[in-house]
């Protein structure tokens, strides 16, 4: 089983898969928890090339580099993981270049979605939590030291609507949950959605 958390840098999703993943091992799952893009050591390159490069980069050599770290995360971890029957949490995946590199930097969204199933090789999460907050909380809580970060306001406006496009167009895998909330509200929220769909423990 597949879980993404999905949202704006400074929405708490990386606090909330750590609390899940704690919350599942407790409970007696095996589970893995991986970051995008990251989490292999090519990723974790490419990750530090998009984010702290001061290099001008095109729209699309950046969707392009995202993909590139996701090909290899899916297919040396994400897949390898799942096939042995752990849990797999991800810290974003796909929906955020959805979002980011289409909504937000305004790529074709065919383009977008064509590059992100070559590169996810059609894997799709069972289960998408989109922790949103408004764009100024995001900007107050993130470092706003990366170069995605620096885009500027306008720009994850359109992000944060194309969060909201992605998850009225398919509600049975896309959650929204209210993150200006409290860290426990909002882990709250998160295990009473997904308790009834996890899969029954070995």
């Not at 708490?12 to 995008?36: C, M, N």
């Not at 706003?144 to 609507?161: N, Y």
Request: net charge neutral.
């Amino acid at each position: 089983m597949l879980i993404s958390f999905e949202g704006l840098d400074g929405c708490g999703k990386s606090t909330q898969a750590h609390r899940l993943a704690q919350r599942l091992r407790e409970q007696g799952y095996r589970v893995e928890l991986f970051r995008e893009p990251g989490a292999t050591p090519l990723s974790e390159s490419i990750r530090r090339l998009l984010l702290e490069s001061a290099t001008e980069i095109t729209p699309l050599a950046e969707l392009l580099l995202f993909n590139a770290a996701r090909a290899q995360l899916v297919e040396t971890a994400l897949r390898p993981a799942l096939e042995s029957g752990a849990i797999v949490l991800c810290d974003r995946f796909d929906d955020s270049t959805t979002a980011y590199q289409g909504y937000g930097r305004g790529l074709p969204l065919e383009v977008v979605a064509t590059c992100n199933r070559i590169a996810t090789g059609g894997l799709k999460p069972a289960v998408t939590f989109f922790l949103d907050v408004p764009v100024e909380l995001a900007l107050r809580r993130s470092r706003g030291s990366d170069r995605l970060e620096q885009a500027g306001r306008e720009f994850f406006e359109r992000v944060r609507s194309g969060y909201w496009e992605i998850a009225r167009q398919e509600p049975e895998r896309v959650f929204c949950i209210d993150a200006t909330r409290s860290p426990e509200e909002v882990h709250a929220h998160i295990w009473r959605t997904l308790q009834p769909r996890l899969p029954p423990l070995p």
